[in-house]
Nanobody, 119 residues
Framework: QVQLVESGGGLVQPGGSLRLSCAASGFTFSAYAMSWYRQAPGKERELVARITSDGSITTDSVKGRCTISRDNAKNTVYQQMHSLKPEDTAVYYC??????????????WGQGTQVTVSS
């Protein structure tokens, strides 16, 4: 029922750009905060960026080098990354989360898409 399908990953040279997409279905997309997380080998999963249902944006690990956006009509969230570095290499995961009265009601994850930054 619920699906988050990431795409757009791949191999990119240092300094290059990528645009990740996450197509969502099976829930009321516009009511959810959408986030991109990443996990590199040997590291914990970390937040890249989040955009809430009202459009508030948070960036963390790649602050200043990424732009998260959403298209509610298409049930899709995007992650535009630029000036990519080898340390950005990771599996990038799409996350959908809804919180009600301080409690996480739903927390959905995609399967991930590999981003490799290398010469």
């Amino acid at each position: 029922q619920v699906q988050l399908v990431e795409s757009g990953g791949g191999l990119v040279q240092p300094g290059g750009s990528l645009r990740l997409s996450c197509a969502a279905s099976g829930f009321t997309f516009s009511a959810y905060a959408m986030s991109w997380y990443r996990q590199a080998p040997g590291k914990e999963r970390e937040l890249v960026a989040r955009i809430t249902s009202d459009g508030s944006i948070t960036t963390d690990s790649v602050k200043g080098r990424c732009t998260i956006s959403r298209d509610n009509a298409k049930n899709t969230v995007y992650q535009q990354m630029h000036s990519l570095k080898p340390e950005d290499t990771a599996v990038y995961y799409c996350n959908a989360r809804r919180i009600r009265i301080g409690v996480i009601v739903n927390d959905y994850w995609g399967q991930g898409t590999q981003v490799t930054v290398s010469s």
